[in-house]
């Protein structure tokens, strides 16, 4: 199950970022401290280790930059991304490898907002098939289901501006947070630390 973690560029950039990696391990308000970060050259896998062998119990919040714009081949390569666009609208699409395996990725994303922020609306692209959403405003829960081939599903959901989202993916039922990217203090991430994983936009 390929990713994209060199193939996936900043579509509002015209360089391809050189760096792909986690270079924050706290986020805005993290109470988990001694973080250490492992940078395997090998495979390009970031891993997280709270300082005791293990990784963090509880999700931890990563900073993602407002207005940037990602862009990747659909079919070429496995990704989750995560994109915030000022006055509060995430937007997440999925990708699969379908070019070199020959199936289509069933991919689960659970999403939410902080209790101090609401779900305005909810705008699919691209869905077909048997993709769907399910969406619970009062509890401001989003979860999206599609069968991602060689096309690109995505979800864009107007929130309260600086909402902070809670996203969690699974691949053919298993937590796969490898495969989430997003762009946050000047490096396109590949990888979450955590699953679930909180966001954090910088400008709301």
């Not at 199950?1 to 391990?25: E, I, Y």
Request: with cysteine; charged share 20%.
């Amino acid at each position: 199950m390929p990713s994209f973690l060199r193939n996936v560029k900043l579509g509002s950039l015209t360089v391809w970022p050189a760096v792909l990696g986690l270079v924050a391990c706290v986020g805005l308000g993290s109470t988990t401290t001694g973080c250490i970060i492992v940078d395997d050259d090998d495979d390009d896998t970031v891993i997280v280790d709270n300082g005791n062998g293990l990784p963090p119990e509880q999700p931890m919040e990563m900073s993602i930059e407002t207005d940037v714009q990602l862009d990747a081949i659909p079919g070429d390569g496995v990704g989750v991304f995560v994109e915030y666009y000022a006055s509060g609208v995430y937007r997440v699409w999925t990708t699969c490898d379908t070019n070199f395996s020959g199936v289509v990725c069933p991919i689960d994303v659970f999403m939410s907002v902080d209790t101090s922020s609401t779900i305005d609306a909810v705008v699919t692209d691209d869905f077909e098939g048997a993709d769907h959403v399910n969406v619970r405003e009062a509890l401001g829960t989003v979860d999206m289901h599609v069968d991602t081939g060689v096309d690109i599903d995505a979800i864009e959901i107007s929130t309260t501006p600086g909402a902070i989202l809670r996203l969690e993916v699974l691949i053919d039922n298993v937590p796969q947070p490898r495969f989430v990217y997003w762009y946050g203090n000047g490096v396109l991430h590949n990888g979450a630390p955590t699953s679930p994983v909180d966001f954090v936009p910088t400008v709301p």
